[in-house]
T-cell receptor
Framework: QKEVEQDPGPLSVPEGAIVSLNCTYSNSAFQYFMWYRQYSRKGPELLMY????GNKEDGRFTAQVDKSSKYISLFIRDSQPSDSATYLC??????????FGAGTRLTVKP | GAVVSQHPSWVICKSGTSVKIECRSLDFQATTMFWYRQFPKQSLMLMATSNEGSKATYEQGVEKDKFLINHASLTLSTLTVTSAHPEDSSFYIC??????????????FGAGSRLTVL
């Protein structure tokens, strides 16, 4: 079993749809949970960062962490074509190296 | 926010030559930098952890003599792919963790370097 599981997709939605991206993990020690967005041939950029369980909202993006279920989600409201990218979940314990999901390729069609 | 600069963004070289990729933290000091490799449509694979002033720690299966890492200062780490072969063609990405300021618990990534070995 991989430490972090993420459906690679691809996921295709129409513009304006609500997108739900998810990851599950096996290591209950993970404390920090991140979502990165990676455009083609670019480095990942940090979208959302959450410590422990709970929700965090930033504009059209909402990150949720459920540590009891070892499940994290990223919701994108009113999706735009510019949101088309690969979304990587990541998590870590303290300042140790980060573990990444496989990344989900999202396409938002106009 | 923290910025990591990576250079070159794209390099093409002949088989057997060596290529150096630089990773710089522009507005913060990075005691630790990480080097990743990413194949098309796959996730990031950690190659090594680079600590300023000490030897890099390589992940299992990564040849340290093939992928030389030097972290000579708090703002610069370099990855040298020695005697490159076509199978080394990949997207190499560095990231840095700050020394304790804002964002100490997250990584900032460079834009990546695409290596093509002919």
């Amino acid at each position: 079993q991989k430490e972090v599981e993420q459906d690679p997709g691809p996921l295709s939605v129409p513009e304006g749809a609500i997108v739900s991206l998810n990851c599950t993990y096996s290591n209950s020690a993970f404390q920090y949970f991140m979502w990165y967005r990676q455009y083609s041939r670019k480095g990942p950029e940090l979208l959302m960062y959450t410590y422990s369980s709970g929700n965090k909202e930033d504009g059209r993006f909402t990150a949720q962490v459920d540590k009891s279920s070892k499940y994290i989600s990223l919701f994108i409201r009113d999706s735009q074509p510019s949101d088309s990218a690969t979304y990587l979940c990541a998590m870590k314990v303290g300042n140790n190296d980060m573990r990444f999901g496989a990344g989900t390729r999202l396409t938002v069609k106009p | 926010g923290a910025v990591v600069s990576q250079h070159p963004s794209w390099v093409i070289c002949k088989s057997g030559t060596s290529v150096k990729i630089e990773c710089r933290s522009l507005d913060f000091q990075a005691t630790t930098m990480f080097w990743y490799r990413q194949f098309p449509k796959q996730s990031l694979m950690l190659m090594a952890t680079s600590n300023e002033g000490s030897k890099a720690t390589y992940e299992q299966g990564v040849e340290k003599d093939k992928f030389l890492i030097n972290h000579a200062s708090l703002t610069l780490s370099t990855l040298t792919v020695t005697s490159a072969h076509p199978e080394d063609s990949s997207f190499y990405i560095c990231s840095a963790i700050s020394a304790g300021g804002t964002g100490a618990n997250v990584l900032t990534f460079g834009a990546g370097s695409r290596l093509t070995v002919l």
